[in-house]
């Protein structure tokens, strides 16, 4: 099972995230905290993220995506939290999982048409 969470800062992606997360065994995957990981651990991805961050700006997608990549290789069933943000990550993260299954297109076109 794969589910996104979407909203503005705050508004308890993460609170009730970790609640479906505990009730269906699903893993909680922040870009927040993979971030906070890459930049820690000092890998490639996170000094290139910090680039960004550090100034206040938004990390692109390619790096986004890329770090969602390498956290998912492993993973099944993810509780997305605040992940995609964009058009082009939402369709990535499609790729991503058509590779692991089977997305159901209905929710994935209503998600892209706003």
Request: aromatic share 8%; proline share 3%; net charge positive.
């Given at each position: 099972?794969?589910?996104?969470?979407?909203?503005?800062?705050?508004?308890?992606?993460?609170?009730?995230?970790?609640?479906?997360?505990?009730?269906?065994?699903?893993?909680?995957?922040?870009?927040?905290?993979?971030f906070?990981?890459?930049?820690?651990?000092?890998?490639?991805?996170?000094?290139?993220?910090?680039?960004?961050?550090?100034?206040?700006?938004?990390?692109?997608?390619?790096?986004?995506?890329?770090?969602?990549?390498?956290?998912?290789?492993?993973l099944?069933?993810?509780?997305?939290?605040?992940?995609?943000?964009?058009?082009?990550?939402?369709?990535?993260?499609?790729?991503?999982?058509?590779?692991?299954?089977?997305?159901?297109?209905?929710?994935?076109?209503?998600?892209?048409s706003?």
């Amino acid at each position: 099972m794969y589910i996104i969470m979407l909203g503005a800062p705050g508004s308890g992606k993460g609170t009730i995230g970790n609640e479906i997360c505990n009730k269906y065994n699903l893993t909680h995957l922040s870009t927040g905290d993979i971030f906070r990981d890459e930049i820690k651990r000092q890998t490639e991805l996170g000094k290139k993220a910090n680039e960004y961050i550090s100034k206040g700006n938004l990390v692109p997608d390619e790096i986004t995506i890329e770090m969602v990549k390498g956290k998912l290789e492993n993973l099944d069933g993810v509780l997305f939290d605040g992940f995609p943000r964009t058009i082009n990550q939402a369709e990535k993260l499609k790729e991503l999982l058509n590779k692991k299954r089977k997305v159901n297109n209905c929710c994935y076109k209503f998600m892209c048409s706003r």
